[in-house]
């Protein structure tokens, strides 16, 4: 369990999804550009099995906007983009009103 403190640690920011593109070494995976306001960042994310590429391009996100880069099956993530999942299937966390890109999600 995490603390507060630990948890406080964690930036969450609004993004839009720029382009969505196949990951070349794996069937599973988008590498996802998202626009951060000052910057864009690379995100890969297992939710090909969800969603159609047409369908993100535009939606606002959340992203975990400061973890350590990580290298999925050879190309670079620089964030988590957030999701719910159950035994049907997987949500990304989207808003329900435009904020301003890389706005913190608190």
Known sequence: MATYE???????KVGRIKEVNDHPNADRLYVIVVEMGDKT?????????FYQKE???GKQVV??????T???RGVESQGMLLAASDDEGL????LDRPRKLGSVVK
């Open 55 to 57: 369908e993100l391009i």
């Open 63 to 68: 992203i975990v906007d400061n973890l350590d």
């Open 41 to 49: 960042k690379q995100v890969v994310a297992g939710i090909k099995n």
């Open 70 to 72: 990580a290298m999925l």
């Open 91 to 94: 949500s990304i966390v989207t």
């Open 6 to 12: 630990e948890f406080k640690k964690i930036e969450l």
